[in-house]
């Protein structure tokens, strides 16, 4: 199936999201579509999938012109779309989300569709079970089930929007089998939305960039990163620099730390962060690093051993003492627990403003906000509410709500979802912080970051927490295997003698 | 002796727990779908109001109880009408119209109050009424008792075994998803309020017809606000909800045991009234608490986990919010 895109535009108010787009994506190939944070790459996927009316153009399928009213209309037409953050049912269980509203029978055949996950579920190698309740399932998981519900409806053409975002460098692998599969094999088309080059570059065939709405330019295989950086950004980028800074006394030591959730549990954890040094936190989801973070935060019950910041015990002490002490923590989920939605960037900072007066003097809360506005580079106004604003810029307010003069910061994931430019900006600010000697914590999935920020490495494999390792002696190989939970010969080695 | 007295008590329990039932099947349903209805106390007090007036005056208990489901129906309308489609906040909304049914029932039904009317007929089931212990519980009543039963287990059937079922758990749970695949989020919300509430007023007609005769002021006190913490107490599931129903008339029918025991004579009447209440946010209190957390943190996980997923239910990921197509 041909798809055909002719001059697509999409507005929102003074916005020109798609202005113009044109691209044409062949059967039986994987089509990048490629471009930095608010490019307009979603905008035109949810256009071409159903869940948006463009403002002008064509959609053809197979030279025929099309209009979806509805995503169902154009998973009929044989288009599906896989979001970023796939739109399943998560108290639900795994069948019964395949099974919703897949036809339009009084009784689901879940018989049949049991048969048909299995199946399904065998040609690409998805071990998925039937009875697990989706919410308990990893991104990748659920991507998985996802894809598979859109092939069992009879997709021939597959939107995947920045999916790699999120899963685990195995499920990523399995990942671009898949597609390769799907494309090559079953002559189905593929369209990879991504803000990452490397991942582009090793699976697409054709790419399409995307740059403020419109078409920055064309590529095919085999591609010249430094041609699509330019395409992206309209520049090439300078690579990530990262001063030496000498490093301190210890600002956080933790010994034999125990917490636990019903779920799982961290034993025996011990580590010492020296100030100005950066710590990597690294592991598949859910295998603990979470928890120990949180607990160096304040924010989890701690059943035993220490946790001592600044020479200070604060163990068991509430998450205002660790306030006190300089610690701050920047969670993963910026709109849920980080900011607060329906305020304005004026009212966050002046939220923040601890000693201010009874009498909130708006007029130089504005000032203020105006001025972090303009030292962050956030692309908003003062009475811009937070939820309006991309990923990107909400990590920037983030960073400018932060005080300055802390201890240790500590951050889940501070780069999710943002393109090169936005992460660089983001760990230039952090690591200038290092010069006022914070240490700085970070969780992490992008194992090429956690080795190019981080000094040491700490690996959490289902709740136990290994030896960190020293980044520069440390590969991308190495560190797979660890998350993975398989040691390397040298690590075994070195246990066995200690 | 013993056994007589407990299958008679039974039996009036399930009897006097059957509004509770279906108000508290009524609101799941509604919420299942994503809608909180909180204008259930009022609604149940104006649908009894009407289901007596209108039995009343026509002679026909049949009619009184269509009257009633009507009158149930058409303030989930408002609900829906005000949360789906003007998009105000379900909350306030349910609650000026809990306040406002109660209120008007009071107004309107004046005429009524205190006057003998008919009442819904006694009607055994042959055969079924005739097993020892059960039957006399269970099949020695009337048909809202039955209805009451049809509503827990229609409503259990349709929700875990069918397709629309699924579909209105899905529009409940993430609108949004639901949507892409096609389902006319708005509509299937309208459909199940408005269905829900039809149930809360065959509750309410249950209570004038059926379970406490007649119309008098603030007649049906209070169940609305209990059927409400119960769909909570019972996790969004028809059968644990309907357990919970059954609990609370469990409490209520020890209450009065308990206060014609001499032991209890000074005891003020109000305590072993006002207790059930109490007792329910009691039993809430401590499924939610974190001692919970820590008693199951014991177990072993999937027994925890088991547990867990049975004693509490996490409400629909959709509830109260309203969905707006982008």
């Known amino acids: 199936m041909k798809v055909e895109l002719v001059e697509i535009k999409k507005y929102f108010g003074p916005v020109r999201a798609n202005d113009g787009v044109s691209m044409t994506v062949e059967p039986g190939t994987i089509h990048g579509l490629l471009g930095e944070n608010g490019a307009g790459k979603t905008t035109l996927m949810k256009c071409l999938s159903g869940y948006l009316h463009p403002d002008g153009g064509k959609i053809l399928i197979d030279g025929r012109p099309v209009a979806f009213a509805s995503p169902a209309e154009a998973i009929g037409h044989g288009i599906g779309m896989l979001h970023q953050d796939p739109l399943d049912f998560p108290q639900m269980r795994v069948l019964d989300n395949f099974l919703l509203a897949f036809d339009d029978r009084l009784m689901p055949d879940r018989r049949e569709g049991l048969r048909l996950l299995r199946e399904l579920g065998r040609r690409f190698h998805f071990d998925l079970d039937p009875d697990a309740e989706v919410g308990r399932l990893t991104v990748g998981e659920r991507q998985q089930l996802e894809i598979l519900r859109l092939l069992a409806l009879g997709a021939r053409v597959i939107i995947l929007d920045e999916p790699t975002t999120g899963i685990s460098a195995p499920q990523k692998a399995q990942l671009f089998e898949t597609l390769r599969l799907l494309a090559e094999e079953e002559g189905r088309s593929v369209i990879f939305v991504s803000h990452k080059l490397e991942e582009v570059e090793t699976l697409c065939d054709r790419v399409t960039v995307l740059r403020q709405g419109k078409v920055a330019g064309e590529a095919e295989k085999p591609f010249s990163v430094d041609r699509l950086v330019e395409m992206m950004f309209g520049r090439s980028l300078p690579p990530p620099t990262r001063p030496p800074v000498p490093l301190g006394p210890p600002v956080l030591e933790v010994e034999d730390l125990t917490v636990a959730s019903y779920r799982l549990a961290v034993e025996g954890a011990s580590l010492e962060v020296r100030a100005g040094e950066v710590i990597g936190l690294a592991g598949l989801e859910g295998s603990g690093q979470r928890l120990f973070m949180r607990a160096c935060a304040g924010l989890e019950r701690v059943t035993a051993g220490r946790i001592v910041v600044d020479g200070r015990d604060l163990t068991g002490a509430p998450y205002r003492r660790f306030l006190e002490a300089g610690v701050a923590y920047l969670p993963a989920g910026r709109l849920e627990e980080g900011l607060i939605p329906g305020l304005t960037l004026t009212e966050h900072f002046a939220l923040v403003e601890r000693e201010g007066p009874f009498l909130i003097d708006w007029k130089a809360a504005r000032e203020q906000a105006l001025e972090r506005i303009r030292h962050y580079n956030i692309v908003g106004r003062p009475e811009t509410t937070v939820e309006a604003l991309s990923g990107g810029n909400q990590q920037r307010v983030l960073l400018a709500l932060l005080p300055h003069g802390l201890r240790l910061l500590l951050l889940e994931h501070p780069t999710r979802g943002l393109d090169v430019e936005s992460a660089n900006w983001v760990w230039q600010q952090l690591l200038a912080r290092r010069e006022e000697g914070t240490a700085i914590l970070f969780i992490s999935a992008d194992l090429d970051e956690l080795l190019e920020r981080a000094d040491r490495i700490v690996v959490f494999f289902a709740g136990r927490m290994m030896e960190p390792l020293v980044a520069e002696q440390t590969t991308v190989e190495q560190l797979g295997y660890l998350i993975g939970g398989k040691t390397t010969k040298t690590q075994r080695a070195r246990r066995f003698s200690l | ?326």
Do not use: C
């Not at chain 2, 919420?31 to 009407?50: F, Q, R, Y």
């Not at chain 2, 039955?146 to 059937?157: G, N």
């Not at chain 2, 209070?222 to 909570?232: H, Q, R």
């Not at chain 2, 909800?241 to 209450?255: D, I, R």
């Open chain 2, 1 to 326: 002796m013993e056994i007589e007295f407990l299958v008679q008590t039974l039996s009036s329990l399930v009897a006097a727990a059957s509004p509770v039932v279906l108000a508290s099947i009524g609101e799941t349903i509604s919420e299942k779908s994503g809608v909180i209805n909180l204008s259930l106390d009022g609604s149940i007090a104006l649908s009894a109001m009407t289901g007596f007036a209108v039995a009343f005056t026509t002679g026909s208990v049949w009619l009184g109880m269509l009257a009633a489901m009507a009158v149930g129906a058409l303030m989930a309308l408002v609900v829906a009408f005000a949360s789906i489609t003007l998009r105000l906040e379900q909350v306030a909304v349910g609650f000026v119209l809990a306040m406002l049914g109660l209120e008007l029932a009071d107004f309107l039904g004046n005429p009524f109050v205190r006057k003998p009317g008919p009442s819904v007929p006694h009607w055994p089931i042959p055969y079924l009424s005739e097993v020892p212990i059960l039957g006399p519980i269970l099949f020695d009543q009337n048909l809202v008792v039955y209805l009451s039963f049809l509503a827990v287990v229609v409503t259990w059937w349709w929700i875990y075994k069918t397709q629309p079922g699924l579909k209105l758990q899905g529009v409940g749970e993430r609108p949004e998803s639901a949507f892409a695949r096609g389902v006319n989020v708005n509509r299937l919300r309208y459909i199940y309020t408005v269905v829900g509430g039809a149930l809360v007023g065959l509750a309410g007609a249950s209570y004038s017809l059926s379970i406490k005769l007649g119309w008098s002021h603030r007649h049906t006190f209070g169940i609305g606000w209990i059927a409400l913490a119960i769909v909570i107490f019972g996790g969004w599931d028809p059968w644990r909800v309907a357990a919970g129903s059954y609990l609370f008339g469990l409490l209520k029918a020890l209450g009065s045991i308990l206060q014609r025991n001499p032991a209890f004579a000074n005891v003020p009447t109000q305590i072993f009234s006002s207790a059930p209440f109490a007792l329910m946010i009691f039993a809430l209190l401590l499924i939610s608490s974190e001692g919970v957390d820590r008693l199951l943190a014991l177990l072993p996980p999937r027994v925890a986990r088991r547990i867990d997923r049975a004693i509490r239910g996490r409400p629909p990921g959709g509830l109260g919010r309203p969905f707006v197509q982008e």
